[in-house]
């Protein structure tokens, strides 16, 4: 039975980013449904499969997740091959436990700097505590990176379930023209190749729906062309 994972708009969510980008980079085959955030039937919709009434969710047979990383988890026991998490359980240990900071953390930087996939890159000052949330995310990078990186371009070396947790921390960077250091934009621009973000960002700009809240410069909306 195909999974199926229904996601908010991917010009804004998120959440619905990160198990969708990982799906698509290990290749497990799903089928998606996109429900604008905005949409009048969103709660009705949503909440008769998500215990929170919130996206993203992964339907699997009668099986129900919702929240990215327990989606992740549950991909990880179900397609152990697909190796979301590092082999290596210090490296394990270490990818989960970034990628709950992450899940847990780095509000002021999201509250500033929302994601917004067709916002041509502009910067925008950041305030002392998105700074410090900065600070925090290239401290995690460049960390994972020289302890566990090694054999690829990633923060474990292969893309896995900490790189997706981080998929929209990189375009948000990229987006508001956050100044990083050279190590930093090297994981961004790796994480900005790949087919499956490409594929994401494509499909976001052409999504009909504005939602005010995401968009920093409101009333205008700044749109790539």
Do not use: C
């Not at 198990?19 to 039937?41: C, N, Q, R």
């Not at 290596?88 to 970034?98: G, K, N």
């Not at 995310?137 to 994972?144: D, F, L, V």
């Not at 900005?192 to 594929?199: G, I, S, W």
């Amino acid at each position: 039975m195909t999974l199926k994972l229904i996601i908010g708009n991917k010009n804004y969510s998120s959440w619905s980013m990160r198990p969708w980008i990982a799906m698509k980079v290990a290749g497990i085959a799903f089928e998606e449904t996109v429900i604008s955030l905005d949409a009048a039937d969103f709660k009705a919709k949503v909440g008769a499969v998500s215990g929170t009434g919130k996206v993203p969710v992964l339907i699997d047979g009668d099986v129900r997740v919702w929240e990215s990383l327990a989606i992740l988890e549950y991909l990880a026991e179900k397609f152990p091959k697909a190796g979301l998490w590092p082999s290596d359980v210090v490296a394990r240990a270490h990818a989960r436990a970034i990628a709950n900071e992450m899940h847990a953390g780095f509000l002021p930087l999201r509250r500033l700097l929302p994601m917004n996939m067709w916002r041509p890159v502009i910067k925008r000052a950041l305030t002392p505590e998105a700074a410090t949330n900065v600070q925090r995310i290239e401290e995690i990078w460049s960390g994972a990176r020289a302890r566990f990186g090694q054999s690829g371009p990633f923060l474990f070396g292969r893309y896995g379930a900490a790189d997706a947790m981080y998929a929209p921390v990189v375009s948000r960077l990229h987006t508001y023209d956050v100044a990083v250091g050279a190590g930093t934009r090297a994981y961004m621009d790796a994480v900005m190749a790949l087919p499956a973000f490409r594929e994401w960002h494509a499909a976001g700009i052409k999504e009909p729906w504005v939602l005010a809240d995401d968009e920093v410069d409101w009333p205008t909306v700044r749109k790539v062309t």
